[in-house]
């Protein structure tokens, strides 16, 4: 891979996973306003599903596919992930969520590893515990025994686990596709619980909330599936590390949570463990 195209994969992965933080942090804004976290789920997948259908390119001859246990095992995974991550930060301080969180990318780093015969250099797999160390420096997480940090843990590893399934689906499947295949496999899967809940007086506010909620996360695992075709996910995973980074300016400037010197050194550690990574994969190519 060349440098050029190392760098649209970093930029890529990055826009990506600031797709998902913005998603999240209207997702966690809703459930401060008594949305129940399975709504703000089902609202997601829903909404998107209805807006990208049109532009998804989808044919006839592809909603076949739609019930290959690839494509709805994916789905399922992202399904858990997103209601396991909602429920938590309903209840717990976004930055111990996220430090649980990205247990995600070990997940997949070591699924790809042992089911997508990926082989990374002893200098990529460094790299990338570099990063995990970095993340801990940023989130310093107790990991308490709580219901809501047990949620957060859960869909990290459930979203691991759907990394590890894009990048296995990757080549079988458009990337249309797959992404309005979760869409439309998580709609239904939601819905039975979502027209049961109680909503709050709608606003204004909230509409726009649900819609960010939406739309944020479904351009983010579009473009992960986008990259997740160009590169090992071994090679992903530290790049998603970078979500943290948008986490916390987010943070700062929704939350008014402000990182401390130990968090800028982790920050500092995320960035080298991701822009190593690509170093190392220039060496390689």
Do not use: H
Request: charged share 10%; net charge positive; proline share 4%.
């Amino acid at each position: 891979m060349q440098a050029r195209e190392l760098v649209r994969l970093a930029v890529m992965v990055f826009t990506a996973v600031t797709c998902v933080v913005i998603g999240d942090t209207a997702g966690k804004l809703l459930t401060a306003q008594g949305v129940a976290p399975i709504f703000v789920a089902w609202s997601r997948f829903g909404i998107a599903a209805v807006i990208l259908l049109p532009f998804s390119g989808l044919k006839r001859r592809e909603l076949g596919q739609l019930a290959d246990w690839r494509v709805v095992l994916r789905a399922i995974f992202i399904v858990c992930g997103i209601c396991s991550i909602l429920t938590a930060l309903k209840t717990e301080p976004i930055a111990d969520v996220f430090g649980a969180f990205f247990i995600g990318p070990i997940v997949s780093y070591v699924l790809a590893i042992l089911f997508l015969g990926e082989r990374p250099s002893t200098q990529r797999s460094l790299l990338l515990a570099l990063g995990f160390a970095g993340v801990m420096l940023v989130v310093k997480p107790g990991f308490g025994a709580t219901p809501g940090m047990g949620f957060a843990l859960l869909a990290g590893i459930f979203y691991g686990a759907y990394l590890a399934m894009t990048r296995a689906t990757a080549g079988a499947f458009r990337a249309g596709f797959l992404l309005i295949s979760q869409l439309l496999i998580g709609a239904v899967l939601l819905a039975p619980l979502g027209l049961q809940i109680k909503l709050p007086e709608m606003s204004s506010f909230l509409i726009v909330l649900i819609a960010i909620s939406a739309l944020g996360s479904a351009a983010g695992n579009y473009l992960l599936v986008l990259a997740n075709r160009s590169a090992e996910a071994s090679l992903v995973a530290p790049l998603v590390y970078t979500q943290l980074v948008s986490a916390t300016i987010l943070g700062v400037l929704v939350f008014g949570d402000w990182p401390d010197a130990l968090a800028l050194v982790g920050l500092v550690l995320i960035a080298f463990s991701g822009l190593g990574s690509l170093v190392v994969q220039q060496r390689q190519g």
